[in-house]
């Protein structure tokens, strides 16, 4: 389904069908373009939006959380995401959601007060994250779900957001990769907000838990499903080792994410990017220190 305004185009949403009704993995945007293309989709292969008794959710982001509540609303399917991820959780742990987290991570990176004020601002703009979704059940370290024939387990996977989840199918060889384990390109560290996160670190253990899962097809949420899982989990593990590396390097000469930020390699020099580029940088960067000094 589309996602307008967003360089990743599309979200994948997957149905599993059993014996005892439908399991959703992820539920895209809360935008009626997305609600359209998921309600035709499910008429062109013959089911009913009532069928679906389960939504696994990967993540908290607002692309994968989207019309989850409203799948709820039409045929009584509980809802399951990870407690880390939980809207509730975070209010409680991390004193709020995604502005309050960012807010902390910006100033932590030793940039000017008017850019972090300016970086805040231009993310008041754009998130429009509804974060009051209320769960059915928010498992902690890894789940089980049983529906007539078929068993999905839930794996945490954080290093994306901190209770990021895959699901596995085990009979049938497929891994839902949410957005850890995309075919092509990075993958997004989650924004650090806490003393103890190291979300690199946390991810580099995530991409050998889903390497060592056994599974012979991994469906992304974003991009194409592919094969050889192993091997894409070692290119992604290099290509974010190589980052911190270079990081480790940097701070022998500086101290913060604000110094080290302009010298790491990015779309275009660091002048040159935009301010929404410019803050994803920034808070990987930190989320990178994070993952040398932890
Ligand atoms: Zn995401
Ligand atoms: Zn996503």
Not at 197 to 205: F, H, I, T
């Amino acid at each position: 389904m589309p996602l307008h305004g967003s360089p990743l185009r599309s979200i994948t949403v997957f149905l599993v069908e059993t014996s005892e009704g439908l399991v959703l993995i992820d539920a895209g945007y809360d935008h009626p373009s997305c609600w359209e293309s998921f309600t035709a989709s499910l008429a062109e292969i013959g089911h009913d939006l009532d069928a679906v008794r389960l939504v696994l959710l990967t993540h908290n982001h607002p692309d994968h959380v989207g019309f989850a509540g409203r799948v709820r609303e039409a045929s009584g399917a509980r809802i399951v995401m990870q407690r880390a991820d939980d809207f509730a959780h975070q209010r409680r742990v991390r004193g709020g959601g995604f502005l309050v987290q960012l807010r902390r991570a910006l100033e932590q990176t030793g940039a000017p007060d008017e850019v972090i004020a300016d970086m805040y601002a231009a993310a008041v703009g754009v998130a429009r994250h509804a974060e009051d979704l209320e769960l059915d059940d928010a498992p902690e370290g890894g789940s089980e779900h049983v529906l007539g024939d078929v068993t999905i387990r839930g794996v945490p996977t954080p290093g994306h957001t901190y209770g990021h989840a895959v699901y596995v199918d085990t009979a049938r060889g497929v891994v839902f990769t949410g957005d850890t384990m995309m075919a092509e390109g990075p993958t997004q560290l989650a924004i650090p907000s806490l003393p103890l996160d190291d979300p690199a670190g946390d991810l580099l253990a995530s991409l050998d838990r889903i390497a060592g899962l056994g599974a012979r097809i991994a469906c992304p949420a974003h991009q194409f499903p592919y094969r050889d899982i192993p091997a894409r989990a070692a290119e992604l593990k290099a290509h974010h080792q190589a980052e911190l590396d270079t990081v480790a390097e940097l701070l022998r000469t500086y101290d913060t994410a604000w110094e080290v930020v302009p010298h790491l390699t990015w779309a275009k020099p660091w002048d040159e990017l935009g301010p929404g580029t410019k803050r994803f940088a920034l808070v990987h960067t930190l989320s990178l220190i994070r993952g040398v000094t932890s």
